[in-house]
């Protein structure tokens, strides 16, 4: 228990969690499997372009399998659910791609459904359902940051801060390479001195509008 009336709360479990796995295979193919699609989608996903983007998706999807898997299912180990938050999201961005799962191979959509699958077969009902909360928490993230802002209106509401992308080190004019491109942070630039300077677009300029800006006014033509 985390929280109880007899001592102080325990609050380091609700880490410590993340780092307990199963006996038997899961030793082994956990760790494996988190390495693996973590690492993929932090590096070629473009859902997280700009630094500290992976952290945010990781603390929201953690905190929903805390209070899924932790509150209501009282699970204890909570490293397969996010492994398989982390499968789904890679999934979910390379629906086509082709991977291995063991001597199979099948497209990868189907990876999160073969993940909890074998949990069931190995570990039985309980384990596979704790597990579930993790594909629970990655698609509830895609849906709040991706499907609701763009087929139904909404707004996004998870964001990084700008106090967390500098932790990651988002400096103006640092460049991070990712799978599909590279990414360049915008620097600030301001127009004029003294604290009355107001600041300019981080994007470039290509000087059309001041050269407009620059001539008379028109005339047109056949008028006198």
Same mark, same amino acid.
Do not use: C
């Given at each position: ?11 380091? !479990? ?10 038997? &295979? ?6 494996? #499997? ?62 086509? !791609?082709?991977?291995? #799962? #063991?001597?199979?191979? #099948? ?5 999160? &459904?073969?993940?909890? &699958?074998?949990? &069931? ?56 390479? @990712? ?7 915008? !620097?600030? @630039? ?28 028109? !005339? ?5």
């Amino acid at each position: 228990m985390v929280f109880t009336t007899k001592m102080a709360p325990q609050l380091w !479990r609700i880490f410590t969690a993340f780092l307990i796995t199963k006996p038997k &295979f899961a030793i082994l193919l956990d760790p494996y #499997f988190l390495y693996q699609y973590g690492s993929a989608i932090e590096r070629e996903s473009s859902r997280f372009s700009q630094p500290g983007d992976f952290f945010v998706y990781t603390l929201f999807v953690g905190t929903v399998i805390v209070t899924l898997a932790g509150a209501l299912l009282n699970a204890y180990t909570f490293l397969p659910a996010l492994s398989l938050a982390y499968a789904y999201t890679f999934a979910q961005d390379n629906p086509t !791609r082709q991977v291995s #799962f #063991f001597i199979v191979n #099948f497209d990868s959509k189907y990876l999160p &459904f073969a993940l909890l &699958f074998m949990t &069931f077969i190995i570990d039985g009902g309980d384990a596979a359902l704790a597990q579930l909360t993790g594909l629970v928490a990655a698609h509830l993230y895609d849906f709040l940051t991706r499907i609701w802002p763009a087929f139904g209106g909404g707004k996004n509401y998870i964001f990084t801060p700008q106090v967390v992308k500098r932790w990651f080190g988002a400096t103006p004019g640092s460049v991070q390479n @990712r799978g599909y491109g590279h990414v360049v942070q915008g !620097r600030g @630039r301001t127009t004029g001195t003294g604290a009355g300077a107001e600041p300019e677009s981080a994007g470039r300029s290509t000087g059309v509008s001041n050269a407009w800006g620059s001539m008379g006014p028109g !005339r047109r033509l056949g008028a006198e």
